[in-house]
């Protein structure tokens, strides 16, 4: 394959701006086309498979979660998600999925730390707060060795809370387990970005750190769009395109406008000296979210990456809820004792969490791609490493999937499955992205998705 050819066809260039364009089929050859799924960079269907694993703490209040009746496919959807109910064709809600490397297995307390480390990599954690942690590689990075070569991400790290990867955070487990989903290698955690700003400069900006930075400061001072720095070569590429492919840029150039000025919004206020927040991280905890969502889409539109990571909060979560009138840390509510009060705040935060899952599964469905829509071509994962905050199960974990997978899944199901482990699950997925590899963690088989 002419690696510079693909280049040119896939970004727009200017003076320290390197933009990520979407897929333009009136630009790509057959021959290309099949050279890419070669290389299994490219579904069956001629369509590149896209997968984000999206993290939940603490569990949720199971009564008000899971289905109330119905059967497979006429399942009735439980109050706290009610927010997909616009979706509910195109999401699947797995019951009898667990992590039994989760549970103490002689280790004692410490049952936040240890959903959060396995939750993507079905290996118990070393309890160890200091430097010699060690759990083992997630499956989002064993699909990042697989099929990012040729991306400019291989993978993609997000997470509306700080990383830390070191201090004792629980029960004698570093700080590491509860604040990162992805380990390159088993004792070595890939640190998530909190800042959407940083996301986008590394979605959007120069190949070349020295003239990202020289770049970012110029569109500093003079408030400027990174769009404006391409403008020239993104008027040249239209003349090139196909009439349905110049509406595509058009509108991706606008979406991309769009998130640019919400970050702006927040960049004018800078650093907040009472929380050292950065600048670029919305103080609203759900604009904060879908900002995150919309630089997810944006990274799975331009095929920046082929798969990511996104941790809403970290596990054992003491956030509170102002919007939603509750006070209280989450993480102190979890512990309910079957109080009716906490037990329906829980049901708040679950539905706010349902909410943002919603928002994501939305914004992929508007977006065209082939024959269909980003969405059908994207597996999401939503889940938590707690069943009941509790009780601080790992059995039984609230996980739903939404998207088609390029053709692989059947959405529009609730499935009751005998109990098995998670990592049947990420045996499958990664079979979807050309993985061929006898067991992931724990895994005893493979769950069929279709």
């Not at 999401?91 to 936040?112: P, R, T, V, Y």
């Not at 970290?314 to 102002?322: H, I, L, M």
Request: proline share 5%; charged share 25%.
């Amino acid at each position: 394959m002419n690696s510079s050819a693909l280049s040119r066809r896939h970004f727009l260039r200017g003076a320290g701006a390197l933009l990520t364009l979407p897929f333009f089929e009136s630009l790509v050859p057959g021959a290309t086309l099949r050279a890419a799924e070669r290389l299994g960079r490219l579904a069956p269907s001629g369509e590149l498979l896209r997968t984000a694993f999206l993290y939940v703490p603490i569990g949720v209040y199971n009564a008000h979660w899971w289905p109330t009746a119905g059967g497979e496919h006429d399942f009735v959807l439980g109050d706290s998600l009610a927010a997909l109910e616009p979706h509910r064709d195109q999401i699947q809600i797995i019951a009898g999925l667990g992590h039994a490397n989760a549970n103490a297995n002689g280790d004692g307390a410490g049952d936040h730390a240890r959903a959060s480390a396995t939750f993507l990599t079905g290996m118990q954690a070393r309890k160890t707060a200091g430097r010699d942690i060690r759990v083992g590689r997630s499956v989002d990075q064993v699909i990042a060795a697989h099929a990012g070569a040729g991306h400019r991400l291989p993978s993609l790290e997000l997470s509306c809370d700080a990383p830390r990867l070191s201090g004792n955070c629980d029960s004698g487990y570093s700080c590491a387990y509860q604040f990162n989903l992805s380990w390159r290698t088993e004792n070595q955690p890939v640190p998530a970005e909190r800042n959407p700003r940083l996301v986008f400069e590394r979605l959007f900006g120069a190949a070349d750190d020295r003239l990202d930075a020289e770049a970012r400061a110029r569109r500093a001072a003079s408030r400027s769009s990174i769009l404006d720095f391409v403008a020239d070569d993104a008027r040249r590429m239209q003349r090139s395109l196909g009439a349905a492919d110049r509406d595509k840029l058009d509108d991706y150039l606008e979406s991309l406008r769009a998130v640019e000025r919400r970050l702006a919004a927040f960049d004018r206020f800078g650093a907040d000296p009472a929380t050292a927040m950065p600048v670029g991280v919305p103080g609203d905890y759900e604009e904060h979210m879908r900002l995150m969502a919309d630089l997810l889409v944006l990274a799975f539109r331009t095929r920046s990456t082929p798969v990511a990571t996104l941790m809403f909060s970290a596990e054992s979560s003491g956030r509170t809820f102002p919007n939603l009138g509750i006070t209280e840390g989450h993480h102190s509510l979890s512990h309910h004792e079957k109080r009716a009060d906490k037990l329906e705040q829980i049901r708040k935060i679950d539905a706010f969490y349902a909410r943002q899952f919603a928002y994501l599964i939305g914004r992929l469905r508007e977006v065209p791609e082939g024959r269909g829509t980003l969405l059908d071509n994207t597996l999401l994962v939503y889940g938590s490493g707690i069943r009941d905050g509790d009780r601080h199960d790992h059995v039984n974990l609230p996980v739903i999937l939404a998207g088609g997978a390029a053709g692989a899944t059947t959405p529009g199901r609730y499935r009751k499955l005998s109990p098995r482990p998670m990592c049947d699950l990420y045996q499958s997925i990664l079979r979807l992205h050309g993985v061929d590899t006898p067991r992931f963690g724990d895994s005893a088989g493979v769950l069929p998705l279709g």
